[in-house]
């Protein structure tokens, strides 16, 4: 698959968030549920952009994302 690249204003919902992921990491089969599955959650359980960019840093810290990648993330 081809990167995608974010620009300084995008936004990311979780759907485009999950897909930049896909594109962008190697993950398995199972990671891959595994992140759509956080990212669901968080989407469903904070609403609030500072406690779902807490959460996302904590439950994702493994797959590296970096600040610019996480900033433009609201679920």
């Known amino acids: 698959m081809s990167q995608t ?7 990311m919902d979780r ?10 990491f190697t ?4 990671e891959q549920r595994m992140v759509d599955t ?3 959650f968080i989407e469903s359980h ?3 952009y500072d406690k779902q960019q807490e959460v996302i840093r ?4 493994d797959i ?3 600040e610019e990648e996480l900033k433009n ?3």
């Open 5 to 11: 690249e974010i620009t300084k204003c995008e936004k």
């Open 15 to 24: 759907e485009t968030f999950y897909q930049y992921i896909l594109d962008n």
């Open 27 to 30: 993950l398995s089969g199972e």
């Open 38 to 40: 956080i990212l669901q």
């Open 46 to 48: 904070y609403s609030d």
């Open 58 to 61: 904590e439950l994702l810290c």
């Open 64 to 66: 590296d994302l970096n």
């Open 73 to 75: 993330v609201y679920l």
